[in-house]
């Protein structure tokens, strides 16, 4: 079965971390672009992070760089998104899309079309 399976989401105090995990099955994740978009209620949604591992390459918008950072593991088919420092506002539904093409990574990779789509997972950062 082709899919994504997110998971590590959770409640934090401000200041503390999570970290996500994005696995797939069914396909190579190391061959993929794969970007992590979070939603949070009433507003749009908003592309966080982008990890192309066929060209090691990252991209993270001004709101969570210095804070944010991706990284894979090969063997475990997996794609992680460290979250530090979090604070309210990154309060929000969080999931991970694969894209099959290999894309460089900037602001302009959140439009693209992407081939799988994780479920989803809460964060909720609050006192």
């Known amino acids: 079965q082709v899919q994504l399976v997110e998971s590590g989401g959770g409640s934090v105090q401000p200041g503390e971390s999570l970290r996500l995990s994005c696995a797939a099955t069914g396909f190579p994740l190391d061959v993929y672009t794969v970007g992590w978009f979070r939603q949070a209620p009433g507003k749009e949604e908003e592309g966080v992070a982008c990890?192309?591992?066929?060209?090691?390459?990252?991209y993270y918008p001004d709101s969570v760089k210095g804070r944010f950072s991706v990284s894979g593991d090969n063997a475990r088919n997996t794609v992680y998104l460290q979250m530090n420092e979090l604070t309210p506002d990154d309060t929000a539904v969080y999931f991970c899309a694969a894209a099959r093409d290999r894309y460089y990574c900037s602001g302009a990779v959140f439009g693209v079309r992407y081939d799988h789509r994780s479920q989803g997972t809460q964060v909720t950062v609050s006192t």
């Open positions: 990890f192309s591992p066929a060209i090691i390459g990252t």
